[in-house]
Nanobody, 115 residues
Framework: QVQLVESGGGLVQPGGSLRLSCAAS????????MGWYRQAPENKRELVAA???????NYADSVKGRFTISRDNTKNTVYLQMNSLKPEDTAVYYC?????????WGQGTQVTVSS
């Protein structure tokens, strides 16, 4: 079973930056498709950014140009660099892994953007 542990969330002012990290278990990490999702109160969980095992990325329109997803297969870790943060980015952010048609989720980390 794949286990995911997120870190890096917190409180930041509008216009600020945060970097989220997600450490994954498993010797086959390089074959996982990875993603970051977020869920605000009363909202659906939505895809923020994803990266395939081949390194192809895609982003929600709302974060394009501000967020960057990357992976380091030597560290079994995926990152989400978040710049120019806005109050509407406030949510719980979840790390996701997909492998052999199964989804695995981290515990979530709170990101709050507020003055």
């Amino acid at each position: 079973q794949v286990q995911l542990v997120e870190s890096g969330g917190g409180l930041v002012q509008p216009g600020g930056s945060l970097r989220l990290s997600c450490a994954a278990s498993g010797s086959l990490f390089r074959f996982y498709a990875m993603g970051w999702y977020r869920q605000a109160p009363e909202n659906k969980r939505e895809l923020v950014a994803a990266i395939t095992s081949g390194g192809v990325t895609n982003y929600a329109d709302s974060v394009k140009g501000r967020f960057t997803i990357s992976r380091d297969n030597t560290k079994n870790t995926v990152y989400l660099q978040m710049n120019s943060l806005k109050p509407e980015d406030t949510a719980v952010y979840y790390c996701n892994a997909n492998f052999k048609a199964a989804d695995y989720w981290g515990q979530g980390t709170q990101v709050t953007v507020s003055s």
